[in-house]
């Protein structure tokens, strides 16, 4: 013999290949219980579709038959009120879910806040935002003070932006450089107009990507009662902050107050001449076509190809200038 | 002579089972952290994510490049699941690399496309482009026909003519589940742009019903040769991946389904033309330039969003694969090489390259000498024998257990192949992997290593199965 590890390594060998036997084995019951739950999601929905129809149309109240009795038949009335929410619109249907999920889903998503598996704490979240259950507020909350994901964390603020309004700027503006540009802007368009007012009036104290992202959904609710906000935010001293607002005008969708096309056209930075020349489309064409011209042999091609529509108007001009002369 | 021959024997047998020795505990490792990953995520309800970056106001646009080169056969069904994927914007731009078969005259005919100019910014430097056309149909839809360049090359002429801030590569017989796009920009869209490159998990589609562009039902190829490579791609992406893509250590996307942010892209100098692992050498290139700016950008792996892509059938066209792999995978690590143990490039320097290096490039070398050992070892009888037995049993443990290892995590965490029947399929096939298809593959991988000394390089041509029903012949 020379002492070679033989034996522990066809030990191990076979110890991994019966731990792989055992996990195959595994593996395939909890698909077995898997598949059984979904059978009885099945069955649930095809026994009661008709009566959460009656019921969340108003024409019935919710029966003893409908409250799930495991977690298939939870999973099965999730489905029916996702499908209602994101098919059927209508006040009196989101409360009637409310109602129910608070009555009867409550202790089953409470029991999900509190696991060990992300996924798990992840989908009671979502399910606790969109069925409205606000009587799992406080859980939601000191789920918020301990150390949660980022993806928690922005689910949170919506679940407290969705149940606890007021005050929520006060509460929340020291985490706002806490989520991403793209979840701020969210959690933006989701707020009542006066949580959105009390948070554009505290622009200076939010974190930058929360700013932009302000900017952005300005632009984008096209509400021309922003113009003299979003214009003063055109002096700031935050080159990215001015060219969002200037984008954020552009996207108002309404003809540029001159002294702003102005300052745009004749900028030093080219993303700012780049949205001119996109502004200049909206203005008469002897108007169009003066600030075209300046932008016609602008160094950026971007600026440049943007005016490409607008060549043969150009070409038209400057051989009627030729005539003139 | 015979003390020689023992020594030689010896210091053999003792590299190469240091060699497996590494190989095994960074397989652990890296399976360890993909279960821990794949754990986190099991359960989680994807569907409320999609629906909600569905929306244009929360997405980035994405200009999506299809690079083609003779694809008539399966181009069509890959423009379709692209114009099904639910993405709230983008274009879709074909780029024919001078095909010399239909695949310009089947897309214009299947998509009724004429002429078109369309605003171009030439960054990067590419062979001419000969015409543009545009869809009648759907008005997103391009194709540009360009001289033949290769696929750098192509993939280049789409950056420059691309109008998003995003482009997302696919290859022309690839297919997109409807959701993929949007699951692999979830990182990109929710880290204020500080992932500036991901890619999704690449699967066969060889055996599977496909229609118009979708996949209906996913069954197992009857195919041995498919299944192994099926099981190849499981342990790949689920497993290197994950782990590498966790401590931003990712060297290689795969061109069939990545995204790039356009910007570093064209900063790190776009494709290279010349080299045949195009889309290795670009997650190399920007790495190395993260690495060199001091950015503390990612590039990403995400293992939910899948691309389907056709795989060889036939020893010979698998064999012509690998060879090219393994080609470019050489051609990047020593076009980069003075990344390697350098600790100016952080992790990807002191970890990915080194294990690329060992592991990926040389290692077929070292599995190769490997098998020949043993078959010696028992020739020589002895002492030699346990040592042949030993390194019997590594091979099995590295091969085999890892294999069956990464097929039943797949279908534990992202469960593809939902039969029984499928799954247990997978596993005895990876039983017998050590036996046939992993000496075959690091034999070619060998060949590949040759070739690179003499830089012979081809567009890789497949011949296409046409996985798909609605796609014209």
Known sequence: MTGLPIGWVLGGVVFLLLLLAVL?????????????????????????????????????????????????????????FRSYLNNVTGEAIRERIRVFSNRHLSSYYRKKLSSRNWSDRMNALYRIHDFGVDSLAEDCRALGNREVSRDEQFQLLLIDLAFRPDGFVERNIHRNGQISEVENKELLFRMPEDVFHETARRLDELANDTKYALIDVLGMKQDIYWLPFLEKQLDSNDQELRIRALRAIDALGIRTPDPILDQAVFSPVWQERFIASRMIRRLPEKKALQYAEVLAGDESWLVREELRGLGPALERRRLEKEAVR | MRQALEWIMLFFGGVIFVYMLIVIVAYSLMFLFALLELKKQRRLDRRELDERFVDAFYSKPVSILVPAYNEQAGVVASIHSLLNLDYPQTELLVIDDGSKDETAAVVIRQFDMEPAEKPVMPQLRTKPVKEVYRSRIHPNLWLIRKENGGKGDALNVGINYARYPYFCTIDGDSILDTRSLLRVMKPIMTSNGQVVAAGGNVRIVNGLSVEYGA?????????????????????????????LSKFNMVLIISGAFSVFSKKFAIAAGGYNTTTIGEDMEMVVKIQRFLKEQKLNNRVEFVPDPVCWTEAPQSLSILRRQRRRWHQGLLESLWAHRRMTFNPKYGAVGMISFPYFWLVECFGPVIELGGYLYVILAFFLGGVYYEYAVLLMLLFILYGTVFSIGSVLLESWSLNAFPKRRDVLRMMALSLTEVAWYKPLTLFWRIEGLVRSMFRISSWGEMERIGATKGAPK
């Open chain 1, 24 to 80: 195959t084995a595994y593996l395939f019951i909890a698909r077995a219980a898997e598949e059984k739950r979904g059978r009885r999601a099945a069955a649930y929905l095809e026994r009661n579709t008709a009566a959460w129809f009656r019921h969340l149309r108003g024409l019935e109240p919710a029966g003893e038959e409908l409250i799930p009795k495991d977690r298939g038949e939870a999973a099965a009335v999730e489905e029916v």
């Open chain 2, 215 to 243: 996949v209906d039902d996913v069954r197992l190829s009857g195919r041995a040769l498919v299944v192994m490579q099926v099981v190849e791609y499981l342990r790949a992406f689920l497993m290197g991946r994950i782990a």
